[in-house]
């Protein structure tokens, strides 16, 4: 399996902020790799989907970059709604795998 | 709009075989793959398997001996059978849709709680 490893596991930031997160894989997975954002009691909600394509209804604060093993998810502006856990998840091989997920906390 | 709502049993013994079932509306029920993913804090996100509208079906190694995917396509619905469960299968299972030939999953269902306790 392809592993997914997210850094950081936890940050802390302001509304307003600017806010990246990375993931990465133990090996090369084109640009098949989609973000989604997870709030407590809820089910994931897909924000980005290969690498940089903005799923439909999501903010463009929202943006994705990378491809091969390294992608980035960057946040500008953090609004309060912004505040949840984010995951990475590759779709390059089967079974796909998901990273282990970053907690993005209001500082 | 598209909705998945999925139900089934939320509390099991060891060695029960753990049900749910999840229904799809307010869509085509053809052209995707209906996957199982569970939560637990010690796994994360887990991919269980998917099906299709035909019965065409593919499952996660590690699960594959005791899954078994089932889909009523008259009904929209897709079901998940768990055997031999232990509390290592504790974790909120959602039902998931994702289109043929892309590998992102749009819409989800709520999730259920499913606790494995004697």
């Known amino acids: 399996d392809i592993h997914m490893t997210q850094s950081p596991s936890s940050l802390s930031a302001s509304v307003g902020d600017t806010v990246i997160i990375t993931c990465r894989a133990t090996q090369t997975i084109g640009n098949y790799l989609h973000w989604y954002q997870q709030t407590p009691g809820k089910a994931p909600k897909l924000l980005i989907y290969d690498a940089s394509s903005l799923q439909s209804g999501v903010p463009s604060r929202f943006s994705g970059t990378g491809s091969g093993t390294d992608f980035t998810l960057t946040i500008s502006g953090l609004q309060p709604e912004d505040f949840a856990t984010y995951y990475c998840q590759e779709g390059y091989s089967s079974p796909i795998t998901f990273g282990q997920g970053t907690r993005l906390d209001i500082k | 709009q598209v909705q998945l709502q999925q139900w089934g049993a939320g509390l099991l013994k060891p060695s029960e075989t753990l049900s749910l079932t999840c229904g799809v509306s307010?869509?085509?029920?053809?052209?995707?793959?209906w996957t199982w993913i569970r939560q637990s804090p010690g796994k994360g996100l887990e991919w269980i398997g998917q099906i299709n509208h035909v019965g065409g079906s593919n499952y996660s190694p590690s699960l594959r001996s005791r899954v078994t995917l089932s889909v009523d396509a008259s009904k929209n619905q897709f079901s998940l059978n768990l055997n031999s469960v232990s509390a290592a299968d504790t974790a909120v299972y959602y039902c998931a849709r994702v289109q043929y030939r892309t590998t992102w999953y749009d819409y989800w269902g709520p999730g259920t709680l499913v606790t494995v306790s004697s």
């Open positions: 307010g869509g085509s029920f053809s052209g995707y793959y």
